[in-house]
C-alpha cells in the first residue's frame, strides 16, 4: 500500500463515537501535531455539541455522514462493539483509513468482513486503543527483544476494578453482544501479552464466573495462555468493585492520574440510579468531564515480566528492571497528552507517510478477538483451546 497525496498534509481525523473512549481520542487528537480534528459522529446531541464548540468542527448524527466528509482521512471508530463490522466496512469503502477501537469484532466471520473491506478498498486498519500502545509497555517490548534479560518466561497480569457497576447500556451486560469483562478489559490484557511475547499464542485455559445476577455478564476470569517458544502468560481480571489493584500501584488510576481509593463507591452510586444509560452518557461522554495531560504513565493494572535473568514492570513514571545487579528504572516523559492514544495515532501517521502497515492491523486485532473468543469457549467447555489465527511481531517492529 502506497502513500497518498491527499495525506502529505495535517491528516484529519472523524470521530465516531464521543462516549468514553471517543473522549479521549478526542483529547489525544486536539493535542497531536500531525492530526487535525474534522468531524465527529454521535446519536446524542450533548456531546456532539460540545464536540463543535470547543474544536470547530462539524458534528453528525450519523455515521454515514461523517464518512461522506472529504475533509476526513481516518476515522476513528468507537461505537458500541455489535457495529464495530458494520462501521468499519462503511468507512473503508468511503475510503477512509481506520482506527477502530477493540474488540475489533465479536466473532471471527466479522474480523474477516472487515479485513477484506480495507485490503479491497486499499485503506490502513488500526486495531486499538489497548494498553500495548502505552510507552512502559513498548519499552518493556524492546527489551525482551534485544534480550538484555535473557528468555522470556512469564508474564502476570492482574487487575482489579470497578468495571462491572460503572453505568452501562443494556448491551454491555449481554456477552452476545460484546458485554463483559472478555470484550471490554482482558483484551488489553491479551493485546499487552501478545506483544510481550512476540505474539505467537499457541494455546488457552480458561475459568470465567457471573457472579451477580443483575449484571449477568462475565465479571471475573483468570486464562493461562502458551506461546511459541515456551512462555506463557497469566491473566486475572476481576470487576467486581470490591479490591482495587491501582493500591498495589501507587495510588494511581489507569490513566495515569492520583486516585483516591474508593472501594465499592461505583456500586453505591448505580443502586441510586434509575437511569443507567443516561448517567452513562452524562457521565463519560465527551464534555461530560475535563480531558488533558495526566501526570503519570497509563498502566492496565499490574504487569510483571519474568525472563532469565530479571523481572520488570510499568512504574508510575517508567519501568522498573529488577536484575542481578539490583533495582533500576526506565524513566519515560510524562509531558505527552494521554501517552497510549497518541501512540495510536502515531503508528496510523507512520502507515500514510510510508505505506507500511502497522503492527496493530486488521490479522493482529482478529488474532487478539481468537484469544478472547477462545477464553470464553474453554470456560463453558472446561477444556484447553488451540488457536489457529494468530501472527506475530514483524521482525525490527
Known amino acids: 500500500m502506497t502513500p497518498t497525496g491527499k495525506d502529505s498534509g495535517p491528516i484529519g481525523l472523524g470521530i ?125 517490548r524492546d527489551i525482551i527483544a534485544g534480550g538484555e534479560l535473557g528468555k522470556l518466561g512469564l508474564i502476570h497480569s492482574l487487575n ?66 502458551q506461546f511459541d517458544g515456551g512462555a506463557v502468560a497469566s491473566l486475572v481480571y476481576s470487576g467486581y468493585d470490591h479490591f482495587d489493584s491501582d493500591e498495589w500501584h501507587f495510588g494511581i488510576s489507569e490513566r495515569g492520574t492520583p486516585k483516591a481509593l474508593a472501594h465499592g463507591a461505583a456500586r453505591r452510586a448505580l443502586a441510586e440510579t434509575r437511569d443507567e444509560a443516561r448517567m452513562r452518557t452524562e457521565t463519560f461522554a465527551y464534555g461530560a468531564a475535563a480531558g488533558g495531560a495526566s501526570p503519570h504513565q497509563p498502566h492496565f493494572g499490574i504487569t510483571i515480566v519474568t525472563c532469565a535473568q530479571g523481572d520488570m514492570r510499568a512504574s508510575a513514571d517508567g519501568v522498573t528492571v529488577y536484575g542481578r545487579d539490583g533495582r533500576r528504572e526506565i524513566p519515560l516523559a510524562t509531558d505527552e497528552t494521554l501517552p497510549g492514544r497518541r501512540e495510536v495515532l502515531d503508528d496510523m501517521r507512520v502507515a500514510i507517510r510510508s505505506g507500511h502497515p502497522p503492527l496493530h492491523d486488521g490479522r493482529w486485532g482478529k488474532a487478539t478477538v481468537e484469544v478472547a473468543l477462545a477464553i470464553l469457549r474453554s470456560a463453558r467447555e472446561g477444556r484447553e483451546i488451540k488457536l489457529e489465527h494468530q501472527v506475530a511481531v514483524p521482525a525490527g517492529s
Open 16 to 140: 465516531v463515537g464521543l462516549g468514553m473512549a471517543g473522549a479521549a481520542m478526542v483529547h489525544a487528537a486536539a493535542d497531536h501535531p500531525d492530526f487535525v480534528l474534522k468531524a465527529a459522529a454521535d446519536p446524542h446531541p450533548a456531546p456532539r455539541q460540545a464536540f463543535a464548540a470547543d474544536h470547530n468542527a462539524r458534528a453528525y448524527e450519523d455515521v454515514r455522514m461523517l464518512v461522506r466528509d472529504p475533509a476526513v482521512s481516518v476515522v476513528y471508530i468507537a461505537t458500541p462493539h455489535q457495529y464495530h463490522a458494520e462501521h468499519a466496512v462503511l468507512a473503508a469503502a468511503h475510503g477512509k483509513h481506520i482506527i477502530l477501537e477493540k474488540p475489533m469484532a465479536l466473532t471471527l466471520a466479522e474480523c474477516d468482513t472487515i479485513l477484506a473491506a480495507a485490503e479491497r478498498h486499499k485503506v490502513h486498519l488500526i486495531v486499538g486503543h489497548t494498553h500495548a500502545f502505552d510507552p512502559a509497555v513498548r519499552v518493556m
Open 160 to 225: 482489579y476494578t470497578n468495571y462491572l457497576y460503572r453505568p452501562r447500556r443494556p448491551e454491555e451486560l449481554d456477552t452476545a453482544l460484546g458485554g463483559g469483562i472478555l470484550f471490554n478489559q482482558v483484551p488489553h490484557q491479551i493485546d499487552t501479552a501478545r506483544l510481550l511475547a512476540g505474539g505467537l499464542a499457541r494455546s488457552v485455559r480458561a475459568q470465567a464466573s457471573v457472579l451477580d445476577p443483575t449484571r449477568p455478564t462475565e465479571g471475573s476470569a483468570a486464562a493461562l495462555i
